[in-house]
């Protein structure tokens, strides 16, 4: 999924649609199948999806996958069977990978970048809408709190589904569920990075090892990836943040959030918390 987003030259309902309740099980049914692999030349190790296509024939099916299970032109009844999966796929035509072109050095998907792809061709523009009798523009409210063209390629399997959650639940409905799922997801996303990059996320005591808190791990990313060539300024939303007890990021803030009863979140604060740690986010799960 994170592949089609970042490279299917999706628009931005096609890529709405993919963020809005994806039958994510359907796709893994197809994609766990070895006959469906053969056919469109993936492969599955370690857990990684792997292909020696070339990036551009590689995404092809994948692409067209992605839109009809989004779209619901496909659906799990219709690919309930080993044969109605392969009969969909052979179906695929213009869309389905040339296998000649395989190179016999396989790479992993997720590593494939922008300079791995020939940009697509721009979608035709829409007509322009009749502007509202108000005279005023109409403009994309966001209704979740990680917006729809965000991508993030979250390799853990929990926090992929964390992710998932924080695109379909309202801020307007869900503001308890998505402020602890933001607090939750900022804990694991920074233990991933640490552990990663074999960073500790424990220090010594006598009584021994224990975890370090929040805001120490969080500085310790941030300091990380500045050393590592990510500009401060990407960074600044969050490293201000944290400390800032009037910033919805204040590590505190968001304490209160899981642990005080008398406390609760406000939309706006969710969207500023957001908004000001994605780019430090986009930098952990790139």
Request: aromatic letters at 6%; glycine letters at 4%.
């Amino acid at each position: 999924m994170d592949l089609v987003l970042k490279h299917g030259g999706l628009t931005d309902d096609e890529k709405e649609e993919v963020l809005d309740r994806f039958p994510i099980t359907t796709l893994d049914r197809l994609l766990s199948t070895p006959a469906v692999r053969q056919q469109i030349g993936i492969e599955i190790k370690g857990q990684k999806l792997l292909s020696d296509l070339p990036p551009d024939e590689v995404i092809k099916p994948l692409k067209r996958m992605v839109k009809d299970l989004a779209s619901g032109a496909v659906n799990v009844t219709m690919l309930k069977k080993r044969d109605q999966m392969t009969d969909y796929v052979a179906s695929l035509a213009d869309d389905l990978p040339d296998l000649t072109t395989k190179t016999g050095s396989a790479t992993a998907v997720e590593t494939l970048d922008d300079s791995d792809f020939v940009p697509p061709a721009p979608p035709p523009p829409a007509p322009a809408p009749a502007p509202p009798k108000s005279g005023k523009q109409r403009s994309y409210k966001r209704r979740a709190l990680i917006p729809r063209d965000c991508a993030l390629t979250v390799s853990n399997p929990k926090v992929a589904e964390i992710v998932k959650e924080l695109r379909a639940l309202s801020m307007q409905d869900s503001p308890h569920a998505i402020s602890v799922l933001f607090r939750v997801f900022l804990e694991l996303s920074v233990d991933h990075y640490l552990d990663k990059e074999g960073l500790p996320s424990t220090t010594q005591t006598p009584a021994g090892a224990k975890d370090k808190k929040l805001r120490e791990k969080v500085k310790m990313v941030i300091d990380h990836l500045e050393n590592a060539g990510v500009p401060k300024k990407n960074l600044d939303g969050i490293s201000k943040g944290i400390d800032d007890k009037n910033s919805p990021l204040y590590v505190d803030t968001l304490h209160n959030y899981v642990h005080n009863r008398f406390y609760s979140p406000q939309e706006r604060e969710l969207k500023v918390s957001w908004d000001n740690s994605q780019l430090f986010f986009e930098s952990i799960w790139k």
